[in-house]
């Protein structure tokens, strides 16, 4: 194995909405390892409300590029991010129900949509990185 240095590993979130997020990753990150494995479910609904849970409290906050937007774009900008932010919110709660019903091929298709949400918000509303040149 390659040893990495310092720059590869993961720096800490810089925002309170950084934080929220990344507590939704690490129980998608398990939850995904077991979604379809009903003798987990109860360990899979306490993941989910963690999703829950952290992704309602990042409707109250704002992506930090809303700095870069123009300032009369600003509102449709924050709009649209929870707008995207509430429908991912509500997969998830498909997802709970998918669980909870005992459908566990559904639970991890649902998770496949979650992570296609995910991937699309972050494309729209995540700061970029910009790479060292
Ligand atoms: C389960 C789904 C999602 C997961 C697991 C997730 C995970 C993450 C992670 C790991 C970060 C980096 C945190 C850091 O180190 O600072 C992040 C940042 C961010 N995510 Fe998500 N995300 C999800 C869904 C979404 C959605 C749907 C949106 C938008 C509608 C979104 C918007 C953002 C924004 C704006 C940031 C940058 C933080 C800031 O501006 O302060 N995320 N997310």
């Known amino acids: 194995m390659h040893a ?6 993961k720096k800490a979130p810089e925002t309170e909405l950084g934080r929220h997020m990344e507590k939704m990753n690490d129980a998608m990150r398990t939850l995904r390892t077991q979604v379809a494995d009903a003798s987990k479910n109860a360990a899979s609904l306490a993941l989910v409300a963690t999703i829950k849970e952290n992704a309602t409290a990042s409707l109250k906050l704002e992506p ?3 700095a870069e937007v123009p300032a009369a774009d600003q509102a449709k900008f924050v709009a649209g991010y929870k ?6 919110i509500d997969m998830v709660g498909k997802l709970e129900a998918a669980i909870k019903a005992g459908d566990n091929a559904g639970a ?6 979650v992570a296609a949400a995910q991937k699309s918000g972050h494309k729209e509303y995540k700061q970029q990185k910009k790479k060292a040149a």
Do not use: N, V
Request: proline content about 0%; glycine content about 4%.
């Open 4 to 9: 990495q240095d310092g720059q590869a590993k």
């Open 64 to 66: 930090a590029k809303k």
């Open 83 to 88: 707008e995207q932010l509430q429908k991912t």
């Open 108 to 113: 991890a298709k649902l998770l496949d949509d």
